[in-house]
């Protein structure tokens, strides 16, 4: 079976642009989670979706926003970048919500915002 | 969530058991003990899970206290490619509803030498 696949694995942008993180889970996945990992902030919470729906939400600002497609694939969008976003974005996926036991990371997305 | 506490760094030899500590002295009753590991550049990797009873699978096992104030991963012959950062979590887990994620702390850096 696949993995949790995510696209593309690095992306450097500028300042100001917007940005947009794919992922595809693992075939009969429904849920899909996304993390922010910093260096200083460690693995962060952003946001779960589950059946096309955003379940839960964590701390961060508006211009952080995702959506999730009728086959589970997921998408990441952050607009007007700052250089505070550079970071490591990993989604996980697991068959059902809050399954974190059987929860499974992709390799992530190096985001370096200039 | 309860809070977890780990050592920042542990060292162990190669072939030999490593037994990470963690603390969680406010665990509550309907909480959940879970650990993953982060290989560097990788995405997190469920390792194991328990409640008040020890377990074991293939990879590790748990020890758990009476109290469950506190934990042990004990990884039985650790490897070169054991070296990762090991994250003790502790969470409700969900069945469903919208699921806030895992809240990862800094863990612990095992570094298993030659």
């Known amino acids: 079976k696949a993995g949790v696949t995510q696209t593309p694995r690095y992306l450097i942008k500028t300042r100001g642009q917007q940005v947009t993180l794919s992922c595809s889970p693992i075939s009969g996945h429904r849920s899909v989670s996304w993390y922010q990992q910093t260096p200083g902030q460690g693995l962060q919470f952003l946001f779960e979706y589950f059946s096309e729906t955003q379940r839960n939400k964590g701390n961060f600002p508006g211009r952080f926003s995702g959506r999730q497609f009728s086959n589970s694939r997921s998408e990441m969008n952050v607009s007007t970048l700052e250089l505070g976003d550079s970071a490591l974005y990993l989604c996980?996926?697991?068959?059902?919500?809050?399954?974190?036991?059987?929860?499974?990371f992709g390799p992530g997305t190096r985001l370096t915002v200039l | 969530d309860a809070k977890t506490t780990q050592p920042t760094s542990m060292d162990c030899a190669e072939g030999r058991a490593a037994n990470l500590p963690c603390n969680h002295s406010t665990i509550s009753g309907n909480e959940y003990v879970y650990w993953y590991r982060q290989i560097h550049s990788q995405g997190p990797q469920y390792i194991i899970h328990g409640l008040k009873n020890n377990e074991t699978n293939e990879m590790a096992s748990l020890i758990i206290t009476e109290d469950r104030k506190s934990s042990t991963l004990i990884l039985p012959h650790a490897t070169l490619r054991d070296t990762a950062v090991y994250y003790c979590i502790v969470r409700v887990p969900y069945s469903g509803g919208g699921a806030d994620g895992l809240t990862f702390g800094k863990g612990t850096h095992l570094i298993i030498q030659p």
């Open positions: 996980a996926s697991s068959w059902v919500t809050g399954a974190y036991n059987e929860q499974f």
